[in-house]
């Protein structure tokens, strides 16, 4: 029997922290016998499984005896805390568990659910009808590859609620369509605005980290909308009909709908006249859907105009302010030398606005200047207009008004 320590045996200060007990000495000892015989086994090419249940065995009993010993604590200070450390109380215990508070409630803004486009099988809506509905958008020029600037672009908003409606999908609608025609090069949306300068829209929003409307139009969500050259509505139409027969055989749609057309020009109408089924609507232009309330052709700004006195010169002289797409128009606009600059922000992290303004007189000079701007400049392109001037019988204001292409915002009147 090896000799075992008391618990009441006194070791110096040296001793207590160099020596180590005998028992620790001889496991030790015993513990490098053994791998040093494992070693030897598979040397030799032995598995050494039977002495490993003796080692194990034996090291059990060796770390039970030792198990069995308390040594003596060395550290006061340690030894009186075991003594004198209470039981923490519930509600310190409770408090420890819970996480660190990061926020309040008045910190977090609240923000409005996203639309989703409309799929709803209870949602209430005509789904008995898809109306079409067309607004002259300036010149398939600025919108399509070589393309004269005399031809006109057409924007066509389509109306279709309910189940399974036009909206739904509607890219990829538009795919398989185009493959059922007999034309090879129609394979995709990009092969439709290259062979038949047609652009279509579908009303969602924009993928890059950008304002969806930084101008406050209210685009009207997963609305889609065309813009079609003069020479395409015969083909845009037939499109909008077979998008919605292929919807119908393939059991997307039940029934199918009525098909209108709309709109408060008549110069839009094919020279064959209407196909069937389409049906044309005389609806009061007071009605018709908002041009602005869908993306332009490019981007996400339309044209916006506003008039307003001129504080820096005479008396009588006003000042046209145009921005938002104006990118697209910049040559035309240099050749009628209406220069610009950037309008001053409040906010430091806004983006600057490009202004182009031209200061004028309301005289046979200054409308005749107005009237190239829009025509030559814009090609009569729509134009979102805002009354500065609050003068309802002006009479400059009031000749603006009649072009077809300035449209006055709703809180115009």
């Known amino acids: ?30 513990e490098q016998t053994l791998r040093m015989a494992a070693k030897v086994q598979f040397k030799n090419g032995q598995t050494g499984k039977a002495d490993t249940g003796k080692r194990t065995q034996h090291s059990r009993n060796t770390k039970t005896n030792i198990s069995n010993r308390q040594p003596e604590s060395t ?38 659910p996203t639309p989703r486009r409309m799929n709803d099988p209870q949602q209430t809506g005509d789904n008995q009808t898809l109306t079409v509905t067309l607004a002259r958008y300036g010149s398939a020029a600025f919108c399509f590859d070589h393309t004269a600037t005399q ?16 909206s739904f999908k509607i890219l990829q609608m538009i795919t398989e369509v185009l493959r059922t025609y007999d034309d090879s090069k129609l394979t995709d949306t990009q092969a439709l605005e290259t062979h038949h300068k047609i652009r279509v829209l579908n009303g969602g929003p924009t993928q890059a980290k950008e304002d969806n409307d930084p101008d406050n139009m209210k685009f009207v969500p997963w609305r889609p909308v065309f813009y079609v050259a003069d020479q395409s509505i015969t083909f845009f139409l037939d499109l909008v009909y077979r998008i919605m027969k292929h919807k119908n055989d393939t059991g997307q749609l039940t029934d199918m709908p009525e098909f209108h057309i709309q709109s408060a020009r008549d ?56 921005w938002g797409a104006l990118w697209v128009y910049r040559d035309k606009l240099d050749s009628l030398r209406i220069n610009g600059g950037f309008a001053p922000s409040q906010d430091p992290t806004e983006k600057r606005t490009y202004v182009r303004m031209v200061k004028l007189n309301d005289d046979a000079a ?18 979102y207009f805002v009354d500065q001037l609050q003068e309802r019988d002006n009479a ?18």
């Open 267 to 322: 110069d839009w109408m094919p020279s064959e006249g209407l196909a069937e089924p389409w049906q044309k609507l005389d609806t009061d232009p007071g009605w018709l859907p908002s041009i602005f309330r869908v993306p332009p052709p490019r981007g996400r700004r339309h044209v916006l105009c506003q008039i307003e006195r001129s504080e820096d010169t005479h008396d009588g002289e006003y000042a046209l302010l145009f």
């Open 366 to 383: 200054g409308r005749e200047r107005i009237s190239s701007i829009l025509n030559n400049g814009f090609h009569q392109v729509p134009i």
């Open 396 to 413: 400059l204001y009031k000749w603006l008004l009649s072009f077809e292409c300035v449209i006055p915002s709703p809180d115009t009147f």
């Open 75 to 112: 550290d006061h200070r340690d030894s009186s805390r075991q003594h004198t450390a209470q039981p923490c109380s519930p509600s310190a215990s409770v408090a420890a568990k819970m996480p660190k508070r990061r926020f309040q409630a008045s910190d977090i803004t609240v923000q409005a």
């Open 151 to 166: 031809e006109k672009l057409w924007q066509a908003q389509v109306d279709h609620a309910g189940y399974n409606n036009f």
């Open 1 to 30: 029997m090896h000799k075992q320590i008391s618990s009441n045996t006194q070791l110096s200060e040296h001793d207590n922290r160099t020596a180590t007990p005998p028992n620790n000495i001889h496991y030790l000892h015993h």
